[in-house]
């Protein structure tokens, strides 16, 4: 891997300060780094080291999936490997890779971006790259400010993940100014129990199953009195109590006519004032595309679940199911499960996720407010919006919307509500979207 187009030159002046101060605690190293700007382009690096920088909340490019390179130079593998295993994994990816090509031809020579039908079995590529692994190669660009620097060694740090971010680590460690360089890296870096943490969320986890994907969790008991007593808070000179004390009985009433009223006139700050906290279960592309969105304060169980629950199942897009492929990738999802175990096995490190697949599922517990997800699910309930990401964005929708039509009412797609915001590239079922997500107030 290497970065390229690399610039960070207001590190130079936090550089030299730490230069004159050398003693200077991480407290202040971060207040000095916050205003800095940091940018650069990670070239083939692979995809679980991408996932893991998607969980750190920069601002970030990636390159599709459809560009993915089919051969020796385009996946990664651990340098601990011997012979036998490297052997073996080499085997296992250039059969996913041939799978993958396989079940994505088109029918023939085509110039733009083709649709399902061009495609000989209708398999998109955005539904054959779930029999990929996670080893594959990809580029990503990265915008920060100084201070997540602190994250990123403290990811790259962390012993489990050493030697797998190792590349990166020392790439990085050669672009920054040398003082501040040794610094990041000399930091002691604290990290939280995993083991804890997973016996904390273990039972909301166990509600989280492939039949139940989304799961409401927790939420406030009356979200629409928050909202409107928000809303009044800022245009009564009287104390949200005293409020609440002269609307009486009313009190849920008023507060919706006022969460009605405000939302209306376009301040929908006030959506804030509702939280929610959901369980959700999808696959690694999925999972990809939730951390891309940068807002929800996310627990993701750690990934050795994964690895100690092989009978969870995959996920297989349906288009596999129809164009004939199922047996096969069924099969080549077990022989990757089989890998898994035996590098778990014999080698230290967590290389075992370098094979992890796509299409494997991992659990999150993920937490929002109203306004976060009125955005969100805007662009994931469109129709053109990747199929399972639309699925985990529908079945949402609905446990929402029980909970609030008013704060909810503009978590759809611009159609509902007004014209479709797709162009060229719009469904075309704007009257059926408008008929089943549009609410009258």
């Known amino acids: 891997m290497r970065i390229t187009n690399y610039e960070a030159a207001d590190l130079l002046v936090v550089d030299a300060f730490l230069q004159k101060h050398p003693t200077l605690d991480s407290a202040t190293v971060k207040e000095l780094l916050k205003t800095c700007n940091v940018s650069f382009v990670l070239e083939e690096i692979n995809r679980w080291q991408s996932t893991m920088i998607c969980e750190l909340k920069d601002s970030y490019v990636q390159q599709s999936q459809r560009y993915v390179t089919l051969t020796a130079d385009g996946y990664t593998l651990p340098s601990q490997l011997n012979e036998e295993d490297k052997s073996r994994a080499e085997e296992l990816i250039a059969e996913a890779f041939a799978l993958y090509e396989e079940m994505s031809q088109l029918k023939g020579d085509f110039a733009g971006r083709p649709k399902p039908e061009h495609y000989l079995y209708g398999i998109p590529v955005e539904d054959a790259r779930y029999i990929l692994p996670l080893a594959v190669k990809t580029n990503i660009t990265v915008a920060a400010t100084g201070d997540k620097l602190l994250d990123w060694f403290r990811m790259m740090n962390r012993p489990l993940d050493k030697d797998m971010f190792a590349d990166i680590h020392d790439a990085l460690l050669a672009k920054l100014p040398e003082t501040l360089g040794r610094w990041l890296d000399g930091q002691v870096y604290s990290y939280e129990d995993t083991g804890m943490l997973n016996q904390y969320y273990r039972e909301e986890l166990e509600h989280i199953t492939p039949e139940r994907p989304v799961v409401l969790l927790r939420?406030?008991?009356?979200?629409?009195?928050?909202?409107?007593?928000?809303?009044?808070?800022?245009?009564?000179?009287?104390?949200p109590s005293a409020v609440l004390e002269a609307w009486g009985a009313e009190a849920d009433s008023k507060a919706k006519g006022v969460a009605n009223r405000v939302m209306g006139y376009g301040h929908t700050s006030i959506a804030e004032q509702c939280r929610t906290t959901f369980g959700m279960m999808f696959s690694l592309v999925t999972y990809h595309q939730q951390e891309r969105h940068r807002l929800p304060n996310t627990y993701r169980e750690p990934w050795l679940n994964i690895l100690l629950e092989p009978e969870r199942p995959p996920v297989i897009p349906q288009t596999v199911i129809d164009g004939g492929f199922e047996s096969r990738y069924r099969r080549l999802v077990q022989d990757m499960q089989r890998f898994q175990q035996r590098i778990a096995g014999h080698y230290k490190g967590g290389l075992w996720r370098y094979f992890l697949l796509n299409c494997q599922q991992v659990k999150i517990i993920t937490s929002t407010n109203a306004r976060m997800d009125c955005g969100m699910l805007?662009?994931?309930?469109?129709?053109?919006?990747?199929?399972?990401?639309?699925?985990?964005?529908?079945?949402?929708?609905?446990?929402?919307?029980?909970?609030?039509?008013?704060?909810?009412?503009?978590?759809?797609?611009?159609?509902?509500?007004?014209?479709?915001?797709?162009?060229?590239?719009?469904?075309?079922?704007?009257?059926?979207?408008?008929e089943k997500y549009r609410v009258e107030l």
């Not at 009195?225 to 009044?232: D, Y």
């Not at 919307?401 to 479709?420: E, T």
């Open 219 to 239: 939420t406030f008991e009356k979200p629409e009195l928050k909202a409107g007593l928000g809303a009044l808070t800022s245009t009564k000179a009287e104390a």
């Open 378 to 434: 805007a662009e994931r309930i469109c129709n053109n919006a990747q199929w399972e990401i639309n699925r985990i964005a529908v079945a949402k929708l609905e446990e929402l919307r029980k909970l609030s039509d008013i704060l909810y009412k503009n978590a759809v797609p611009s159609c509902v509500y007004g014209a479709c915001k797709e162009g060229k590239m719009t469904c075309g079922h704007a009257a059926e979207m408008r």
